[in-house]
């Protein structure tokens, strides 16, 4: 079944920067879109960030833009949001996941916990 | 960039009730519309793409409709585990925003 398994959050000062990484597994990765998307304490959704397959193409939200940078590797089946200049209000559960474009998010991760404090 | 707005923000309801959530589109997107399930300290669920494309495995008393701007999600018989908070997301056009959410509690 389809897996997506988030690491790299953790407690961060203002101004720093942290990676975090996606394993994912039981789907055809190369073959999909992959999005992250964030939730403040608290709060609704937010969506950050979509890389296409194939070619790579990426987009960002205006609040992380020049900021954050999504990437990927097809051959470790991994998604990365590496992000640097964090900022207190970047506090949120960081969720990976399988973007469908027009049919929407059908699979996501557990989560991490992105504390900027 | 495309605004998604929902209403209630809140709703209360017995087991039983029927409940309708409302979200709208800045601008027209189609019927390239999500709705998914939140409970506390859990991942977000997909219930419905293409606003009324039920998932599978998603009770049959959840249902979408919609085009354009303005969109529905309906549970006909609220049941103790449809607790939880509901968003829509446009997939019309990146970014792929999200409306605030609507908390379904119980009375």
């Known amino acids: 079944q389809v897996q997506l398994v988030e690491s790299g959050g953790g407690l961060v000062k203002p101004g720093g920067s942290l990676r975090l990484s996606c394993a994912a597994s039981?789907?055809?990765?190369?073959?999909?879109?992959m999005s992250w998307i964030r939730q403040a304490p608290g709060k609704g959704l937010e969506w950050i960030s979509y890389?296409?397959?194939?070619?790579?193409?990426?987009h960002y939200a205006d609040s992380v833009k020049g900021r954050f940078t999504i990437s990927r590797d097809d051959a470790k089946s991994s998604l990365y949001l590496q992000m640097t200049g964090l900022r207190v209000e970047d506090t949120a559960v960081y969720y990976c996941?399988?973007?469908?474009?027009?049919?929407?998010?059908?699979?996501w991760g557990q989560g991490t916990l992105v504390a900027v404090s | 960039d495309i605004q998604m707005t929902q209403s209630p923000s809140s709703v209360s309801a017995s087991v039983g009730d029927r409940v309708t959530i409302t979200c709208r589109a800045s601008?027209?997107?189609?019927?390239?519309l999500a709705w998914y399930q939140q409970k506390p300290g859990k991942a977000p669920k997909l219930l419905i793409s293409?606003?009324?494309t039920l998932q599978g495995g998603v009770p049959s008393r959840f249902s979408g409709s919609g085009s354009g701007t303005d969109f529905t999600l309906t549970i006909s018989s609220l049941q103790p585990e449809d607790f939880a908070t509901y968003y829509c997301?446009?997939?019309?056009?990146?970014?792929?925003?999200f409306g605030p959410g609507t908390k379904v509690d119980i009375k």
């Open positions: 601008q027209t997107i189609g019927t390239w």
């Open positions: 039981g789907f055809s990765f190369s073959d999909s879109y």
């Open positions: 890389i296409s397959s194939r070619n790579g193409y990426t």
């Open positions: 996941a399988r973007d469908q474009n027009v049919y929407g998010i059908d699979n």
């Open positions: 997301q446009q997939a019309h056009s990146l970014p792929f925003t």
């Open positions: 293409a606003a009324s």
